[in-house]
Protein backbone atom coordinates (compact mmCIF):
# COMPACT_ATOMS: atom_id res chain seq x y z
CA UNK A 1 0.00 0.00 0.00
CA UNK A 2 3.36 2.39 0.45
CA UNK A 3 3.31 4.70 -2.64
CA UNK A 4 5.84 4.28 -5.02
CA UNK A 5 9.27 6.34 -5.70
CA UNK A 6 9.23 7.81 -1.85
CA UNK A 7 12.46 7.56 -0.36
CA UNK A 8 11.21 7.49 3.38
CA UNK A 9 8.05 6.31 5.52
CA UNK A 10 6.66 8.62 7.65
CA UNK A 11 5.04 7.51 10.78
CA UNK A 12 1.71 7.79 12.20
CA UNK A 13 -0.36 7.30 15.03
CA UNK A 14 -3.93 7.72 15.04
CA UNK A 15 -7.04 9.08 17.11
CA UNK A 16 -10.83 8.35 16.73
CA UNK A 17 -9.52 6.39 13.73
CA UNK A 18 -12.63 3.74 12.98
CA UNK A 19 -12.07 1.39 9.78
CA UNK A 20 -8.93 3.73 8.62
CA UNK A 21 -9.99 5.18 5.46
CA UNK A 22 -8.08 8.25 6.64
CA UNK A 23 -4.80 6.55 7.59
CA UNK A 24 -5.11 4.07 4.77
CA UNK A 25 -4.94 6.90 2.38
CA UNK A 26 -1.73 8.22 4.43
CA UNK A 27 -0.47 5.00 3.83
CA UNK A 28 -0.63 5.15 0.40
CA UNK A 29 1.50 8.73 0.52
CA UNK A 30 4.54 6.80 2.29
CA UNK A 31 3.16 7.16 5.87
CA UNK A 32 3.36 4.26 8.59
CA UNK A 33 0.13 3.68 10.63
CA UNK A 34 1.90 2.33 14.39
CA UNK A 35 -0.54 3.21 16.54
CA UNK A 36 -4.30 3.77 16.69
CA UNK A 37 -7.04 4.18 18.98
CA UNK A 38 -11.12 3.93 18.73
CA UNK A 39 -13.88 3.07 21.01
CA UNK A 40 -15.67 0.73 18.43
CA UNK A 41 -14.33 -3.33 18.96
CA UNK A 42 -15.84 -3.78 15.18
CA UNK A 43 -13.54 -0.70 14.02
CA UNK A 44 -10.49 -1.52 16.34
CA UNK A 45 -10.42 -5.16 14.22
CA UNK A 46 -10.81 -4.26 11.14
CA UNK A 47 -7.85 -1.47 11.54
CA UNK A 48 -5.82 -4.32 13.26
CA UNK A 49 -6.48 -6.85 10.41
CA UNK A 50 -5.27 -4.50 7.23
CA UNK A 51 -2.77 -2.02 9.06
CA UNK A 52 -0.65 -4.39 11.73
CA UNK A 53 -0.39 -1.35 13.99
CA UNK A 54 -1.06 -1.61 17.41
CA UNK A 55 -4.80 -0.75 18.01
CA UNK A 56 -6.05 0.26 21.21
CA UNK A 57 -9.69 0.13 22.11
CA UNK A 58 -10.55 2.70 24.57
CA UNK A 59 -11.63 6.19 25.72
CA UNK A 60 -9.61 8.47 24.59
CA UNK A 61 -9.99 10.43 28.05
CA UNK A 62 -8.51 7.28 29.38
CA UNK A 63 -5.42 7.20 27.41
CA UNK A 64 -2.08 6.78 28.92
CA UNK A 65 0.10 9.36 26.71
CA UNK A 66 3.26 8.38 27.63
CA UNK A 67 2.70 4.43 25.76
CA UNK A 68 1.67 6.56 22.59
CA UNK A 69 4.83 5.97 20.37
CA UNK A 70 6.24 9.29 19.19
CA UNK A 71 5.43 9.65 15.46
CA UNK A 72 5.86 12.26 12.62
CA UNK A 73 2.26 12.58 12.10
CA UNK A 74 -0.87 12.44 14.16
CA UNK A 75 -4.32 11.81 12.51
CA UNK A 76 -7.75 12.15 13.95
CA UNK A 77 -11.57 12.98 13.48
CA UNK A 78 -13.37 13.36 16.29
CA UNK A 79 -16.42 12.05 16.93
CA UNK A 80 -19.06 14.76 14.43
CA UNK A 81 -22.96 13.91 15.87
CA UNK A 82 -22.76 16.67 18.03
CA UNK A 83 -22.65 19.29 15.31
CA UNK A 84 -23.63 17.35 11.85
CA UNK A 85 -26.79 18.47 10.34
CA UNK A 86 -27.76 15.00 11.13
CA UNK A 87 -27.26 15.54 14.54
CA UNK A 88 -27.46 17.33 18.05
CA UNK A 89 -26.66 20.59 17.29
CA UNK A 90 -26.37 21.72 20.55
CA UNK A 91 -23.36 23.45 22.01
CA UNK A 92 -23.25 21.39 25.26
CA UNK A 93 -23.02 18.17 23.62
CA UNK A 94 -19.79 16.64 25.26
CA UNK A 95 -18.65 15.16 21.95
CA UNK A 96 -18.06 18.75 21.03
CA UNK A 97 -15.09 18.62 23.35
CA UNK A 98 -13.54 16.08 22.40
CA UNK A 99 -10.90 17.43 19.67
CA UNK A 100 -9.65 19.12 23.45
CA UNK A 101 -7.56 15.51 24.16
CA UNK A 102 -6.56 15.67 21.05
CA UNK A 103 -4.98 18.98 21.53
CA UNK A 104 -3.57 17.36 24.33
CA UNK A 105 -2.10 14.71 22.79
CA UNK A 106 -0.28 16.47 20.49
CA UNK A 107 0.79 19.12 22.66
CA UNK A 108 2.84 15.95 24.82
CA UNK A 109 3.68 14.08 21.46
CA UNK A 110 5.04 16.88 19.38
CA UNK A 111 4.84 15.47 16.08
CA UNK A 112 5.62 17.56 13.19
CA UNK A 113 2.56 17.55 12.23
CA UNK A 114 -1.10 16.47 12.51
CA UNK A 115 -4.40 16.42 10.63
CA UNK A 116 -8.07 16.24 11.17
CA UNK A 117 -11.15 16.07 9.34
CA UNK A 118 -14.56 16.93 10.48
CA UNK A 119 -18.04 17.97 9.37
CA UNK A 120 -18.72 21.32 8.08
CA UNK A 121 -21.11 22.37 10.88
CA UNK A 122 -17.88 22.66 13.15
CA UNK A 123 -17.60 25.89 11.35
CA UNK A 124 -20.85 27.50 12.33
CA UNK A 125 -21.28 26.06 15.76
CA UNK A 126 -21.70 28.60 18.26
CA UNK A 127 -21.46 31.37 15.89
CA UNK A 128 -17.80 30.34 14.93
CA UNK A 129 -16.71 29.57 18.00
CA UNK A 130 -15.72 26.57 18.07
CA UNK A 131 -13.84 26.27 15.00
CA UNK A 132 -12.12 29.20 16.59
CA UNK A 133 -11.14 27.31 19.98
CA UNK A 134 -9.74 24.40 18.03
CA UNK A 135 -7.37 26.67 16.08
CA UNK A 136 -6.56 28.64 19.12
CA UNK A 137 -5.78 25.64 21.08
CA UNK A 138 -3.88 24.04 18.64
CA UNK A 139 -2.41 27.29 18.12
CA UNK A 140 -1.12 27.83 21.57
CA UNK A 141 0.37 24.16 21.83
CA UNK A 142 3.02 25.63 19.36
CA UNK A 143 1.28 24.92 15.68
CA UNK A 144 0.79 26.61 12.52
CA UNK A 145 -3.10 25.71 11.97
CA UNK A 146 -4.62 25.69 8.40
CA UNK A 147 -8.27 25.03 7.44
CA UNK A 148 -10.72 24.79 4.37
CA UNK A 149 -13.45 23.14 3.40
CA UNK A 150 -13.28 21.30 0.64
CA UNK A 151 -15.96 18.59 -1.17
CA UNK A 152 -14.65 15.02 -1.58
CA UNK A 153 -16.36 14.77 -5.06
CA UNK A 154 -13.73 16.95 -6.18
CA UNK A 155 -10.89 14.51 -5.06
CA UNK A 156 -11.73 11.75 -7.21
CA UNK A 157 -13.99 10.16 -4.63
CA UNK A 158 -17.89 9.64 -6.48
CA UNK A 159 -19.40 11.02 -3.58
CA UNK A 160 -21.25 14.95 -2.43
CA UNK A 161 -19.46 15.00 0.99
CA UNK A 162 -18.00 18.48 2.46
CA UNK A 163 -15.60 18.12 5.27
CA UNK A 164 -13.43 19.95 6.71
CA UNK A 165 -9.63 19.46 6.71
CA UNK A 166 -7.83 21.00 9.38
CA UNK A 167 -3.56 20.79 9.01
CA UNK A 168 -1.27 22.22 11.62
CA UNK A 169 2.67 22.29 11.21
CA UNK A 170 5.07 22.42 13.93
CA UNK A 171 6.06 26.36 14.37
CA UNK A 172 9.76 25.45 14.18
CA UNK A 173 8.73 23.71 10.40
CA UNK A 174 7.87 27.52 9.71
CA UNK A 175 5.10 26.32 7.44
CA UNK A 176 3.56 29.61 5.72
CA UNK A 177 0.38 29.95 3.23
CA UNK A 178 -0.30 26.02 3.31
CA UNK A 179 -3.96 25.52 1.78
CA UNK A 180 -4.89 22.30 -0.25
CA UNK A 181 -6.35 22.94 -3.69
CA UNK A 182 -9.82 23.61 -4.40
CA UNK A 183 -9.65 20.41 -6.80
CA UNK A 184 -7.58 17.74 -8.29
CA UNK A 185 -9.11 17.73 -11.81
CA UNK A 186 -10.36 13.97 -10.92
CA UNK A 187 -14.15 13.80 -11.07
CA UNK A 188 -15.46 9.89 -10.61
CA UNK A 189 -19.28 9.09 -11.20
CA UNK A 190 -21.25 5.99 -9.39
CA UNK A 191 -20.49 4.17 -12.76
CA UNK A 192 -17.13 4.40 -12.30
CA UNK A 193 -17.55 2.96 -8.61
CA UNK A 194 -19.69 0.51 -8.83
CA UNK A 195 -19.67 -0.30 -12.80
CA UNK A 196 -17.26 -3.34 -12.08
CA UNK A 197 -18.89 -4.86 -8.63
CA UNK A 198 -20.31 -7.98 -8.96
CA UNK A 199 -24.11 -8.09 -8.14
CA UNK A 200 -24.56 -7.21 -4.17
CA UNK A 201 -25.56 -10.15 -2.17
CA UNK A 202 -28.99 -10.34 -0.32
CA UNK A 203 -26.73 -10.37 3.39
CA UNK A 204 -24.91 -6.83 1.80
CA UNK A 205 -28.04 -4.92 1.98
CA UNK A 206 -29.86 -3.46 4.63
CA UNK A 207 -33.28 -4.16 4.70
CA UNK A 208 -34.65 -2.38 6.87
CA UNK A 209 -38.19 0.02 7.04
CA UNK A 210 -38.18 2.87 5.44
CA UNK A 211 -38.47 5.57 8.21
CA UNK A 212 -40.45 9.15 7.73
CA UNK A 213 -37.02 10.87 8.14
CA UNK A 214 -36.25 9.07 5.14
CA UNK A 215 -38.89 9.46 2.78
CA UNK A 216 -38.75 13.23 3.39
CA UNK A 217 -36.15 13.72 0.34
CA UNK A 218 -34.61 12.62 -2.66
CA UNK A 219 -32.80 9.19 -1.57
CA UNK A 220 -31.62 8.52 -5.12
CA UNK A 221 -28.71 9.62 -7.44
CA UNK A 222 -28.25 8.47 -11.16
CA UNK A 223 -25.03 6.34 -12.76
CA UNK A 224 -23.79 9.60 -13.99
CA UNK A 225 -23.38 11.56 -11.24
CA UNK A 226 -21.80 11.67 -7.63
CA UNK A 227 -23.68 9.67 -5.05
CA UNK A 228 -25.00 11.33 -1.76
CA UNK A 229 -23.02 11.53 1.43
CA UNK A 230 -22.89 7.94 2.77
CA UNK A 231 -24.06 7.92 6.16
CA UNK A 232 -23.31 5.88 9.11
CA UNK A 233 -26.61 4.60 9.63
CA UNK A 234 -27.68 1.59 7.93
CA UNK A 235 -31.22 2.57 7.66
CA UNK A 236 -30.51 5.84 6.09
CA UNK A 237 -27.87 4.70 3.68
CA UNK A 238 -29.09 5.91 -0.12
CA UNK A 239 -30.73 4.23 -2.92
CA UNK A 240 -28.59 1.90 -5.53
CA UNK A 241 -28.48 3.78 -8.76
CA UNK A 242 -30.29 1.09 -10.56
CA UNK A 243 -33.44 1.55 -8.54
CA UNK A 244 -36.56 3.83 -10.42
CA UNK A 245 -36.52 7.35 -9.89
CA UNK A 246 -38.38 8.70 -6.75
CA UNK A 247 -41.15 10.75 -7.03
CA UNK A 248 -41.83 14.39 -5.26
CA UNK A 249 -45.19 14.32 -3.56
CA UNK A 250 -45.33 17.58 -1.70
CA UNK A 251 -42.83 19.39 0.39
CA UNK A 252 -40.59 16.98 2.73
CA UNK A 253 -43.02 13.79 1.07
CA UNK A 254 -41.84 11.75 -1.52
CA UNK A 255 -42.42 7.75 -2.63
CA UNK A 256 -40.43 5.44 -4.40
CA UNK A 257 -40.84 5.24 -8.18
CA UNK A 258 -42.34 2.25 -9.99
CA UNK A 259 -40.49 0.26 -12.69
CA UNK A 260 -37.95 -1.93 -11.09
CA UNK A 261 -36.71 -2.74 -7.09
CA UNK A 262 -35.95 -0.51 -4.88
CA UNK A 263 -33.50 -0.76 -2.75
CA UNK A 264 -30.61 0.57 -0.56
CA UNK A 265 -27.19 0.47 -1.41
CA UNK A 266 -24.83 -2.50 -0.21
CA UNK A 267 -22.20 -2.33 1.98
CA UNK A 268 -20.24 -3.29 -0.38
CA UNK A 269 -21.01 -0.46 -2.86
CA UNK A 270 -20.83 1.89 0.17
CA UNK A 271 -17.14 0.80 0.93
CA UNK A 272 -16.91 1.51 -3.50
CA UNK A 273 -17.94 5.06 -3.31
CA UNK A 274 -16.21 5.61 0.11
CA UNK A 275 -12.90 4.72 -2.19
CA UNK A 276 -11.95 1.70 -0.08
CA UNK A 277 -10.19 -0.95 -2.45
CA UNK A 278 -12.35 -3.94 -3.80
CA UNK A 279 -10.77 -6.92 -1.63
CA UNK A 280 -11.16 -4.41 1.74
CA UNK A 281 -13.10 -6.53 4.85
CA UNK A 282 -14.85 -5.12 7.59
CA UNK A 283 -15.35 -6.75 11.03
CA UNK A 284 -18.80 -7.07 12.73
CA UNK A 285 -22.66 -7.42 11.91
CA UNK A 286 -24.07 -5.17 9.04
CA UNK A 287 -25.15 -2.55 10.88
CA UNK A 288 -21.46 -2.03 12.54
CA UNK A 289 -20.13 -2.47 8.68
CA UNK A 290 -22.64 0.35 7.54
CA UNK A 291 -21.65 2.41 10.01
CA UNK A 292 -17.77 2.28 9.71
CA UNK A 293 -18.16 2.72 6.44
CA UNK A 294 -20.36 5.94 6.91
CA UNK A 295 -17.81 7.78 9.97
CA UNK A 296 -14.75 7.10 7.73
CA UNK A 297 -12.64 9.57 5.85
CA UNK A 298 -12.41 8.54 2.30
CA UNK A 299 -9.65 7.06 1.30
CA UNK A 300 -8.94 9.03 -2.11
CA UNK A 301 -9.58 12.18 -0.40
CA UNK A 302 -6.95 11.37 2.34
CA UNK A 303 -4.59 10.17 0.13
CA UNK A 304 -5.03 13.95 -1.59
CA UNK A 305 -4.51 15.50 1.64
CA UNK A 306 -1.52 13.56 2.84
CA UNK A 307 0.38 14.12 -0.44
CA UNK A 308 -0.46 17.55 0.26
CA UNK A 309 1.55 17.64 3.84
CA UNK A 310 4.33 14.99 3.00
CA UNK A 311 6.63 17.73 1.10
CA UNK A 312 6.51 20.00 4.41
CA UNK A 313 7.26 17.32 6.26
CA UNK A 314 10.73 15.99 3.90
CA UNK A 315 12.02 19.73 4.10
CA UNK A 316 12.24 18.60 7.79
CA UNK A 317 13.35 15.72 7.29
Known amino acids: MIAENLTKTFTAASLFCGAG ?28 NWSGAEVVRGDVSKLNVAEIP ?28 LYRYY ?64 VGFRKDLRVDGFALPETNGERRTLLDALGNLPPAKECEICRAAYSPRYMSRNRKRGWNEPSYTIPAMAKQVTLYPGSPDMVRLDKDRWRFGDGGETRRLSWREAAAIQTFPPDFEFCGGLDSVYRQIGNAVPVRLAEFVARQVRPYLEQAA
Request: with cysteine.
Open 103 to 166: VEIVRRKRPLAFVSENVKGILTMDGGKLISAIINDFSDCGYDVFYRLVNAKNYGVPQDRERVVI
Open 21 to 48: GLDLGFERAGFKTVWANDMDADACETHR
Open 70 to 97: DTDVILGSAPCQGVSAGGSRKSDDPRNA
